[in-house]
């Protein structure tokens, strides 16, 4: 929240989820994957019985399928990104990156690592306009990246946003050789189909062992 005035959404949205009434088997179990801030999975109340999952498993499973596995690097574009998914990503060497202001403009710089002759996948768990990501591949590639692909778990792209990763067949450079999301936006999944650099993974296997367990 910003402005007097403005809703906090996710706090609501938990709100509303949290008075489905409980049912004869007890609180309705809600998968959640990669929640946007981690102090959000305590906005809920106790008729729903939340599920905290991740798609970066079903990312490393892609990853290991590339002919250049050996050289994968994780980039982080922000320190908020580096906090939800290091962990799981342990194995992998790390780039992160920062915003920092220059007068009216914010600029993606490199903060540690070191992309030099690498592939390097940008993990982040959502994009919109796909401005950060952008700039964050450029700076990559300024570093000496091979290679850059992203991974986002919700590919939200309002207004097409979209349409900037696609590959174009006028020779120009590919920026993103890869970009991997799920299919937790069913728009976006009908939209991207079959373009160059888009794959989508599904969810639908991990969702139903969440809820079996």
């Known amino acids: 929240m910003e402005e007097e005035g403005d809703v906090a959404t996710a706090f609501t949205m938990a709100r509303i989820i949290s008075n489905i009434p409980i049912s004869r088997g007890g609180p309705t179990s809600l998968v959640i994957y990669d929640i946007h801030a981690l102090q959000e999975r305590f906005y809920f109340g106790d008729h729903v019985l939340p599920l905290f999952e991740t798609g970066i498993p079903l990312l490393k499973q892609r990853l290991q399928q590339l002919p250049d596995s050996e050289k ?16 799981q990503l342990v194995h992998y060497p790390t780039v ?39 700039e964050c591949q450029k700076v990559l590639a300024a570093h000496g990246a091979s290679k850059v692909s992203a991974y986002v778990t919700h590919g939200i ?48 296997g991990s969702i139903a062992d969440a809820l079996q367990i």
């Open 157 to 204: 792209f309002p207004n097409r946003s979209w349409e900037r990763f696609l590959h174009k067949n006028d020779g120009s450079e590919k920026a993103f050789t890869y970009f991997w999301t799920t299919d937790s936006c069913p728009h976006t999944v009908k939209a991207v189909a079959n373009n160059a650099p888009f794959e989508v993974i599904s969810l639908a």
């Open 96 to 134: 992160i990156c920062t915003k920092v202001r220059e007068g009216d403009k914010r600029i993606v710089r490199l903060k540690e690592g070191n992309p030099a002759g690498c592939h390097v996948v940008i993990v982040d768990d959502l994009v919109q306009s796909g401005g950060t990501l952008i």
């Open 72 to 87: 994968i690097v994780i980039a982080f574009p922000d320190d908020g990104a580096w906090k939800r998914f290091h962990k």
